[in-house]
């Protein structure tokens, strides 16, 4: 992003199939390296799901970051959105895009009946953890993650 750039001209708007590429790009700097053609098969699949919404941060045709957001229920507790996935371009970070993002997934879990909302976080994203904290999240348990190929 140029740095002449307003974040005031940031827009937050549903994500769109030709976003593909840049969510994909995003993705990797996140650390999850994605295919474009694959991103879009991913993209495709959560829009035909009502339970699930992503959000995208733009100015001037530039998709800085993304949010994922959505319903999970699980019979330990009441329902409530999760937030899936955030990321701003590193040369936009530090501009309120991310808090405007979680502002939007909050805004759709409310507009979906949700009254809270969980994200997690790998332990080692200390700016992460910050980041949430300043939003207004707290941290409520620290968990070990277990994944088994099928």
Same mark, same amino acid.
């Given at each position: 992003?140029?740095?002449?750039?307003?974040?005031?001209? $940031?827009? %937050?708007?549903?994500?769109?199939?030709?976003?593909? !590429? @840049?969510?994909?790009? &995003?993705? #990797?700097? &996140? #650390?999850?390296?994605?295919? $474009?053609?694959?991103?879009?098969?991913?993209?495709?699949?959560?829009?035909?799901?009502? !339970?699930?919404? $992503?959000? *995208?941060?733009?100015? /001037?045709?530039? *998709?800085? #970051?993304?949010?994922?957001?959505?319903?999970?229920?699980?019979?330990?507790?009441?329902?409530?959105?999760? %937030?899936?996935? +955030?990321? %701003?371009?590193?040369?936009?970070?530090?501009?309120? %895009? #991310? /808090?405007?993002?979680?502002?939007?997934?909050?805004?759709?879990?409310?507009?979906?009946?949700?009254?809270?909302?969980?994200?997690?976080?790998?332990? /080692?994203? !200390? !700016? /992460?953890?910050?980041?949430? +904290?300043?939003?207004?999240?707290?941290?409520? =348990?620290?968990? @070990?993650?277990?994944? =088994?190929? &099928?």
């Amino acid at each position: 992003m140029d740095p002449t750039t307003s974040v005031d001209r $940031v827009v %937050i708007r549903s994500v769109e199939p030709s976003d593909a !590429d @840049a969510v994909a790009r &995003l993705s #990797g700097e &996140l #650390g999850y390296p994605v295919a $474009v053609e694959r991103m879009a098969q991913r993209l495709a699949s959560i829009a035909a799901m009502p !339970d699930h919404a $992503v959000f *995208v941060a733009e100015t /001037a045709g530039e *998709v800085l #970051g993304w949010i994922h957001v959505s319903a999970v229920a699980h019979l330990q507790s009441e329902p409530r959105a999760e %937030i899936g996935g +955030l990321v %701003i371009t590193g040369t936009a970070r530090g501009q309120r %895009i #991310g /808090a405007r993002l979680v502002a939007r997934a909050e805004a759709w879990a409310r507009e979906h009946g949700f009254a809270s909302i969980l994200v997690r976080s790998q332990i /080692a994203r !200390d !700016d /992460a953890h910050r980041f949430y +904290l300043r939003e207004g999240y707290e941290r409520t =348990k620290t968990s @070990a993650v277990f994944t =088994k190929t &099928l």
